[in-house]
């Protein structure tokens, strides 16, 4: 079982920067698959990021290459996305999520957090 606290949202001028945090609970974390999704208001749940357990492999959507970076903390059990140059576009709720393996297909995903919001204004 594990379970996920998103934090770090908030509101930002187009360009600028926020790094979001996702701390786990359960003490075989550092086996999982984390991945960021977002949601934006009328919109599906999108994949934003993922990374391996070992921090061997990430995964980007391409809307958010370049700009955005996950990276994670075992000792700590948090995962960090750090976006850069942000876009309105962005403007959603952040969501962490935990699996066993990388899947794009979001409702495979077994373990999620409640969500933190971003909004980034033009």
């Known amino acids: 079982q594990v379970q996920l606290v998103e934090s770090g949202g908030g509101l930002v001028q187009a360009g600028g920067s926020l790094r979001l945090s996702c701390a786990a609970s359960?003490?075989?974390?550092?086996?999982?698959?984390v991945g960021w999704f977002r949601q934006a208001p009328g919109k599906e749940r999108e994949f934003v990021a993922a990374?391996?357990?070992?921090?061997?492999?990430?995964y980007y959507a391409d809307s958010v290459k370049g700009r955005f970076t996950i990276s994670r903390d075992n000792a700590k059990n948090t995962v960090y996305l750090q976006m850069n140059s942000l876009k309105p576009e962005d403007t959603a709720v952040y969501y962490c999520a935990a699996s066993k393996v990388f899947i794009m297909d979001r409702t495979l995903w077994p373990y999620w957090g409640q969500g933190t919001q971003v909004a980034v204004s033009s």
């Open positions: 990374i391996s357990w070992s921090a061997g492999s990430t």
């Open positions: 359960g003490r075989t974390f550092s086996s999982y698959i």
